[in-house]
């Protein structure tokens, strides 16, 4: 039969422990004061257990998870830079009423933790209208298409647990992306179809500005030369554009 090394490791360090309590009785022969030794020791293992299992774990536990979000920042950013903010100014070409939240996202430098959660306040109550242009409609599917593989490769991330918002933003997309791909002529549908389509579009549009204002609130935080262009190129800015003013 096989002994793991779990099993080695326990009978060397039971093995130790007995030639050095063997030795300590050969050359001092005190058996109360090995008896008195062994009782503290046992005593202490209670605190051990707490200190090592409980503590120190949760310590470390506690670091792991902070590498990790880390990591799903990067991602994050990584996605705003190579089809979020693209793909936000795209989606809401279709909101019918984007020009009454548009003064409430032209983020500026100076934003402060209460004007984010403002803005996130604003989106709750925002009344969403989506009208499926064909126009729109093959430039969104051109987008979406192009960035395909870039979205497999961020839904493959196994750190996306820590957020369920993201991930929900990201099977989003690429639930649009496969409704629009699939359709032949985006000029020549039904009006069901259309709808259909505006509802998808309404979903992916509303997580990713959810998602895109903690991003930025983010990066204003950790990556201010990142949060810098963000606010320069930022879709709800008519005025937007990448040169420093």
Avoid at 27 to 43: A, E, S, W
Avoid at 108 to 123: P, R
Avoid at 194 to 203: E, G, L, M, Q, W
Wanted: neutral net charge; glycine residues 2%; proline residues 4%.
């Amino acid at each position: 039969m096989r002994i793991s090394w779990t099993a080695k490791l326990i009978v060397t360090l039971v093995a130790i422990s007995g030639v050095c309590y063997g030795i300590n009785y050969l050359v001092f022969r005190d058996v109360p004061f090995m008896l008195k030794l062994i009782t503290l020791q046992i005593g202490f293992v209670p605190i051990s257990v707490v200190l090592i299992t409980v503590w120190l774990n949760r310590l470390i536990s506690q670091r792991e998870n902070k590498h990790r979000l880390q990591k799903l920042n990067i991602v994050i950013s990584n996605f705003f830079i190579e089809v979020g903010t693209p793909l936000l100014d795209c989606l809401s070409a279709f909101d019918t009423n984007r020009d009454e939240i548009s003064k409430s996202l032209s983020i500026t430098i100076t934003w402060s933790d209460q004007d984010f959660a403002t803005a996130k306040n604003m989106l709750r109550d925002h009344n969403y209208v989506i009208a499926s242009v064909p126009a729109d409609l093959e430039a969104l599917r051109i987008l979406l298409n192009s960035k395909r593989s870039f979205l497999m490769l961020v839904l493959e991330n196994p750190n996306l647990l820590e957020r369920e918002e993201f991930t929900n933003l990201l099977s989003a997309i690429a639930h649009l992306t496969e409704e629009l791909v699939r359709r032949i002529d985006l000029a020549k549908l039904g009006q069901a179809d259309y709808d259909h389509i505006a509802v998808d579009i309404k979903r992916a549009y509303t997580l990713l500005l959810d998602v895109w204002l903690d991003y930025m609130k983010h990066i204003k935080h950790d990556y201010p030369y990142l949060y810098s262009l963000a606010v320069r190129i930022n879709p709800f800015n008519p005025l937007a554009a990448p040169e420093v003013k």
